[in-house]
């Protein structure tokens, strides 16, 4: 080794500070997209949300004008269903996790639910295609709803764990100790304490799936008009960005940028809650 | 306390053998119920395999291996080999690879080593943001801005200073596997970031605090005692977002161009294996052109399920060697 004193000093605190300076440039480079993709959206977007955009059918092809109403309303259909399926499962799946099981199941069942958050948002679509819209033939609100839930399932779960293992033994203990039967203290004292932590996790399972489009494709479909019954195709947000994106007509891109603004401002805002929710709390599920 | 006599004690034991104990049937039932659903996640993986693999069986049948190396994709010709897709996914999951993995573990180390504090939460903050974006806003974005400022821009000037290569010739159209690349760059640069992160912050301050005593500076201790410690983790890291990347759908399936090729030139247009499903699912008119998708799908999910079993394994390894916190 060699020793160059001063000099090889001063070397290497310009080395420090140049990887300093490189980090910090990707750093920027990360979340440069983000300020870009909001500028833009704000941009080409804001122009086209007005009151017709909330309220008005989407216009026929040629016609200019029209909104994105049925579409609006459609996502929030489409996220009742899917909440109906995935929360009661993916809460009590977390709670076995967090409080019953041995180790080892707990860790296999951990590891699947992990897998599963990495399966491709588009093979659940296939896969409910195959389960419910060959079987009926048909389009339906409720298949793009089931497609939904399903993915939210492993999200609530992982998130649920978490939060109920963060809530403090003695809480447990005291309750046990007052002869309150195990169910009911973990129903009333456990999932109470983590309350707040359970229903950030399900809002963020939520916003996550609403944006979702590639499970919708073949199963929600998409509707031009409104949906009468959850047995027909259904109308999305995701879903009329995309097709009128990939549409040649001036008119439908300036709609979809605007149904892009108002998608991102709701899932926005449903992650400022989340941030409100768990503000001053160190444990964030995430 | 009053003290109890022998008697006395005596009298209580009967009397609490009289009490009937506390049902137990709440207990039983709730907990079978919470386990049924925990169970979920297994009944999902068999659903989705079982379906996909039942869905697509006459057409692997058909077609036998000759699916999965042949590139001809004739729907009306009956004639359907995925090889095109299968490049496609894996060029354009390279490529964003190459560009979000520098970037991500770069990031996670200045979160972690280098940022000065106060600058650290709202970054992250940021970068969750960033991940929340719905992949259909980003494709919308990439097909109205990035692609006319690519053609425009670094295209011409990469085909100037490497267009003797085969990777940077031929037209430069806009929509290409390139753009594709990038787009799913962007999108993966999120979990790779927070994921690395995690890996980061759970390397012991025992081996930052023993890099500084030997006088090592800032980066040099982040270079030897952090991130050459946390090696396997990021890899785990690393392995986790080529999952995410092989998988994304609906952003790459609108800058990529959507032709079933394999060209050498970055600049030519692609398709992927999740952007055929997306494009072409709907209009499936014959049984078979069904089964072939399916067939799509279940290379897509074997590959992904792979990867991310891989992925899982690698983190856990690496956090069960690292965790000091107590386990719960």
Same mark, same amino acid.
């Given at each position: ?14 080395? !420090? ?19 870009? $993709? ?25 016609? $200019? ?33 967090? #409080? ?27 896969? $409910? ?31 649920? #764990? ?18 309150? !039967? ?17 229903? =950030? ?86 | ?75 009306? %010709? #009956? ?29 996670? %180390? ?25 992949? $259909? ?71 930052? #605090? ?64 999740? !952007? ?17 998708? =399916? ?23 690496? =956090? ?9």
């Amino acid at each position: 080794m060699r020793f160059e004193g001063k000099h090889n000093h001063t070397w290497r605190k310009i080395k !420090s500070a140049l990887a300093c300076t490189i980090a910090f440039v990707s750093a920027i480079l990360v979340i440069l997209p983000l300020g870009l $993709v909001f500028f833009y959206l704000l941009v080409n977007g804001i122009g086209s949300v007005n009151w017709d955009f909330f309220t008005k059918l989407p216009a026929p092809v040629g016609a $200019v004008g029209g909104g994105m109403a049925n579409a609006i309303v459609g996502t929030l259909v489409l996220l009742a269903i899917a909440g109906v399926i995935g929360i009661p499962v993916g809460v009590l799946g977390g709670v076995y996790l967090a #409080e019953y099981g041995s180790a080892r199941i707990n860790s296999v069942l951990r590891f699947l639910a992990d897998v599963l958050n990495g399966v491709p948002s588009i093979t659940w679509g296939v896969v $409910v295609y195959g389960l419910i819209v060959l079987r009926f033939k048909s389009f339906s609100a409720l298949a793009g709803g089931l497609a939904l839930g399903l993915i939210m399932i492993p999200l609530i779960l992982r998130t649920t #764990e978490e939060v109920i293992l963060l809530v403090p033994n003695g809480y447990r203990e005291a309750s046990l100790a007052l002869g309150v !039967s195990r169910w009911q203290t973990i129903v009333h004292i456990v999932m109470k304490t983590a309350s707040r932590g359970i229903i =950030t996790g399900i809002l963020l399972a939520l916003a996550r799936v609403g944006g979702e489009t590639a499970p919708l494709l073949f199963t929600a479909f998409g509707n031009r008009f409104w949906n009468h019954s959850l047995t027909e195709p259904i109308a999305a947000l995701p879903l009329q960005v995309f097709t009128y994106a990939i549409s040649p007509y001036d008119d439908w891109h300036r709609q979809a940028w605007a149904g892009a603004l108002v998608l991102v401002t709701g899932v926005f805002c449903v992650n400022v809650l989340v941030r409100i929710l768990t503000r001053g709390r160190g444990a964030s599920p995430l | 306390m009053p003290a109890i006599t022998v008697e006395e004690a005596g009298a209580i034991q009967p009397t609490r053998a009289r009490m009937s104990p506390p049902s137990r049937f709440g207990d039983k039932a709730f907990e079978w119920l919470t386990l049924a659903m925990a169970f979920a996640v297994v009944v999902l993986i068999v659903l989705v395999g079982w379906e996909l693999w039942s869905g697509s069986v006459l057409a692997m049948k058909k077609f036998g291996v000759r699916f999965l190396v042949t590139s001809t994709w004739d729907p009306v %010709a #009956e004639e359907f080999g995925a090889l095109p897709f299968i490049y496609g996914t894996l060029v354009s999951s390279l490529i964003a690879l190459l560009i979000a993995v520098p970037l991500g573990i770069a990031t996670a %180390a200045y979160l972690t080593e280098l940022a000065p504090l106060w600058i650290r939460q709202p970054l992250v903050s940021l970068i969750e943001m960033l991940a929340a974006i719905p992949s $259909v806003i980003l494709g919308l974005w990439g097909i109205f801005v990035m692609i006319p400022w690519l053609r425009e821009y670094p295209f011409p000037w990469l085909q100037r200073v490497l267009g003797w290569t085969p990777f940077f010739s031929g037209p430069i159209y806009g929509p290409c596997m390139f753009a594709g690349g990038i787009i799913v760059a962007v999108m993966i640069l999120p979990i790779i970031t927070s994921v690395s992160r995690e890996i980061l912050r759970s390397v012991p301050d025992l081996q930052r #605090e023993a890099a500084y005593a030997l006088g090592a500076t800032r980066w040099e201790a982040t270079r030897i005692a952090v991130l050459s410690y946390a090696k396997k983790g990021l890899f785990g890291a690393v392995i986790l977002g080529l999952g995410r990347a092989l998988g994304e759908t609906m952003a790459v399936t609108m800058v990529i161009g959507n032709t079933p090729q394999i060209a050498a030139s970055l600049f030519k247009p692609g398709y992927t294996l999740a !952007s055929v499903l997306a494009n072409e699912f709907t209009e499936a008119t014959t049984d078979l052109y069904v089964q072939a998708l =399916t067939g799509i799908g279940l290379v897509l999910f074997a590959i992904t399920i792979l990867v991310n079993l891989l992925a899982q394994l690698l983190l856990r390894t690496f =956090t069960a060697a690292s965790d000091t916190r107590a386990v719960q």
